[in-house]
């Protein structure tokens, strides 16, 4: 299949990979030059511009920093006017613009699905994700076959916007789970515990979420560079996740907690730390922090 993929950073570089190993031609556009350098290292096609890459693609997987940017560029994919076209957006972002892009798309006759993921960069590399999509079922059904080998599952989980608001609820989620682990970790330290050891002990427990495989090595090891998911990501996720819930009147005492750690977080210098970084905010009100 002729596949174009629109953002190349972490996430949209390692999908793009993914395809041209299942035997796809890929296209792919990202403003940064090393960007396109790195697809055509992986023997792609990179793009000067969307409309190029989109040409002759039956596919556009976008996958960019938030939905104002996919926005942004939605005229763009209209105005090509691509016969036949299905985009799938990967992107994180407001359900509402999920909706606006699909209407914006649909009366250029081109298909839309928010094709939200659920893992990091570094599970998107070991295929250990899954994808939520908001679509028809003939759109979810024509698309599945192209997204099953690069994750564990694919999951139709009801029309657009479906698949944004199932990503928000899951962040919000994982989230709570990230920052008790490391309030639970420094407890642990500050009590002169091994932190290996009880590290191991909490996977084996009654306490235990996936968010320990992903982060509690790296929370233990204060090792927050180079990141495999960036705190500014997270707290911008954070307050689409405070938008989302405010929007239905739905309860978000703790996840209010989990802004303000990301808050804390990025205004402390650690912006572009991976999400494991929370540990350090813990640390540092602790009186152990690791890092200036």
């Not at 330290?189 to 009880?198: R, S, Y």
């Not at 977080?265 to 999400?275: F, P, T, V, Y």
């Amino acid at each position: 299949m002729r596949v174009a993929v629109i953002g190349l950073g972490l996430m949209g570089g390692t999908i793009a990979g993914h395809l041209i190993d299942d035997g796809h031609s890929v296209t792919g556009y990202d403003p940064e030059p090393d960007r396109r350098a790195e697809l055509r290292e992986r023997r792609g096609m990179p793009a000067d511009s969307v409309a190029d890459a989109i040409a002759a693609a039956a596919v556009a997987i976008l996958s960019l920093p938030n939905s104002s940017i996919m926005l942004d560029i939605i005229p763009e994919i209209a105005g090509a006017a691509v016969p036949g076209l299905i985009v799938v957006d990967t992107t994180t972002g407001a359900p509402a613009d999920s909706i606006e892009a699909a209407r914006q798309l649909a009366d250029a006759g081109i298909a839309y699905t928010d094709a939200t993921v659920s893992g990091n960069a570094a599970q998107t590399a070991e295929k250990d994700i899954i994808f939520m999509l908001g679509a028809t079922p003939e759109v979810a059904s024509t698309i599945s076959g192209l997204l099953q080998p690069m994750c564990r599952n694919v999951y139709h989980v009801g029309p657009v916007g479906a698949g944004s608001r199932t990503k928000l609820v899951v962040n919000h989620i994982l989230s709570i789970n990230r920052v008790a682990i490391a309030e639970g970790l420094v407890v642990a330290e500050k009590a002169g515990l091994d932190l290996a050891p009880v590290l191991e002990v909490l996977k084996d427990s009654a306490a235990y979420s996936k968010a320990m495989d992903i982060w509690g090595s790296r929370m233990v090891e204060g090792d927050y560079y180079p990141p495999k998911s960036r705190v500014r990501q997270s707290h911008k996720d954070a307050r689409l996740i405070r938008d989302h819930a405010n929007e239905l009147g739905a309860s978000i005492e703790l996840q209010t907690k989990v802004r303000e750690e990301l808050e804390e977080a990025e205004s402390g210098g650690l912006s572009d730390a991976d999400n494991a970084s929370v540990m350090e905010i813990m640390r540092r009100r602790a009186g152990i922090g690791r890092i200036e």
